[in-house]
């Protein structure tokens, strides 16, 4: 249990790390790194509540509910992630196709 959580720790670090290089950038415009910050925050909710399910999984009764919420959290937001990258590389099929009724980044 305690690898699982150095290796979210040390993933979560390199993409802070990561976070810190692209606001700091100056060659990507702003529509370029908007994808890559929410692509970055989704990606850190997804490995929280991934960390949160094996908190909450040693078969205490009373953590189920939390247990519960913390895997659809999980299973909610990993597909958001790869359209949210679709956006770095094309926002217009994203606005022409029907994956995604939202106006992109």
């Known amino acids: ?7 979210y720790s040390l993933n979560i670090v390199a ?6 290089l692209l606001i700091n950038n100056n060659i990507l415009n702003d529509h370029r790194k908007k994808p890559f910050i929410y692509g970055i925050v989704l ?3 997804v ?5 949160g399910t094996i908190l909450c999984s040693d078969g205490n009764i009373g953590l189920r509910g939390l247990n519960i919420l913390f895997n659809v959290l999980g ?9 949210v990258l679709l956006a770095i590389f094309d926002g ?14």
């Open 43 to 45: 990606t850190i909710l």
């Open 75 to 83: 299973f909610a937001l990993t597909p958001v992630i790869p359209i």
């Open 47 to 51: 490995i929280f509540s991934e960390a």
């Open 92 to 105: 217009i099929l994203l606005k022409n196709t029907s994956i995604c009724y939202c106006r992109p980044f």
């Open 15 to 20: 993409l802070l790390f990561l976070l810190g």
């Open 1 to 7: 249990m305690d690898t699982y959580f150095a290796t």
